[in-house]
């Protein structure tokens, strides 16, 4: 059972290059979601998808755009990367129903350098 | 100010010892509350759900006063492998629209 995936494990991109995080769950959970997280800032949301086919702006959207293409799968993607995207992006997702259905399941992380 | 706020630590413990973690959450319409574990380098996983009654897994004891807007977790007699960063969550909205705020956490480091 891999749970959720995260593609690609590391990257780094020069200033103004573009990009797309891949994320995909088996788990069927209807919500997902994607989150930086900064040394000293902890995890912030940027966008999640309540259900297939919506999307929601998080707390810290600007720069990012991102697409739920099927109940599987939700893609991240930078249209031009600047030092200031440099993170560890967690990729996510939630059941939400059934007795563990606040339950969030955390990909193991896109570690993204900036240059 | 953060919607959650904790303690950054670190924590530096000797194994054996008791250890607690405090969180406050500034909105009152939380409706749902986590800890969090998350080692070096790693994704977060969920360490136990926070019930009002206050709840216990093992040595691991989480309680929450709503009215003090206040969420702790308690670990008794600790141990190297309890070494990570504990990180205070709390959920507000529904089941299926509600998202999750994630305070920056607490770093713990038990030392032999």
């Known amino acids: 059972n891999a749970g959720v995936t995260q593609t690609p494990k590391f990257q780094v991109l020069k200033t103004g290059q573009s990009m797309t995080l891949q994320c995909a769950q088996d788990?069927?959970?209807?919500?997902m979601y994607w989150y930086r997280q900064d040394p000293g800032m902890g995890l912030r949301l940027i966008y999640y998808?309540?259900?297939?086919?919506?999307?929601d702006k998080g707390e810290v959207p600007n720069g990012y755009n991102v697409s739920r293409l099927n109940k599987r799968e939700f893609s991240l993607r930078l249209e031009s990367a600047a030092p200031s995207q440099t993170s560890v992006y967690f990729c996510?997702?939630?059941?939400?129903?059934?007795?563990?259905?606040?339950?969030?399941?955390f990909g193991a992380g896109t570690r993204l350098s900036v240059l | 100010r953060k919607e959650v706020e904790q303690d950054p630590g670190p924590f530096n413990v000797p194994e054996g010892a008791t250890v607690a973690f405090n969180c406050t959450y500034s909105?009152?319409?939380?409706?749902?509350f986590f800890w969090y574990r998350q080692d070096c380098r790693k994704e977060p996983k969920l360490l136990m759900s926070?019930?009002?009654s206050g709840n216990e897994d093992g040595r691991f004891t989480a309680q929450l006063n709503r009215a003090s807007q206040y969420i702790s977790l308690l670990i008794r007699d600790s141990k190297l492998s309890d070494s990570a960063t504990y990180l205070c969550?709390?959920?507000?909205?529904?089941?299926?629209?509600?998202?999750?705020?994630f305070g920056q956490g607490t770093t713990l480091q038990v030392k032999p």
């Open positions: 996510a997702s939630r059941t939400g129903s059934g007795t563990s259905k606040n339950i969030q399941y």
């Open positions: 969550v709390v959920m507000h909205g529904s089941s299926n629209t509600g998202k999750l705020i």
């Open positions: 926070v019930y009002s």
């Open positions: 909105n009152s319409a939380s409706q749902s």
């Open positions: 998808s309540a259900s297939e086919g919506t999307t």
């Open positions: 788990m069927n959970h209807n919500s």
